[in-house]
């Protein structure tokens, strides 16, 4: 199961370079879907704001739905690995 997702500001990413992006670790063991959820929001709202963009919601909703996709991505593998 995965453990830790790495969020970082996706849209700072691809505009000016991982390098000036913020991450923030969100450990994920033992927790439920809504509560992973609202966390990668709070921290899409963290790092965004932090970076004071003027993009404010483009940056949250590309950062949230980066993270999401970080999930789903998980999800898929471990299926596959699951599946004989």
Not at 8 to 26: D, V
Not at 42 to 50: G, I, L, M, Q, S
């Amino acid at each position: 199961m995965i453990r830790t997702l790495l969020i970082s500001a996706a849209f700072l990413t691809a505009a000016a370079g991982a390098a000036q992006a913020e991450t923030i670790k969100i450990p994920l063991a033992g927790k439920t879907e809504a509560t992973v959820k609202a966390e990668i929001s709070k921290a899409a709202e963290h790092v965004c704001r932090d970076s004071a963009v003027a993009e404010y919601p483009d940056c949250l909703r590309e950062t949230y739905h980066n993270a999401m996709g970080q999930v789903a991505r998980y999800k898929a593998i471990r299926t596959a690995s699951l599946t004989f």
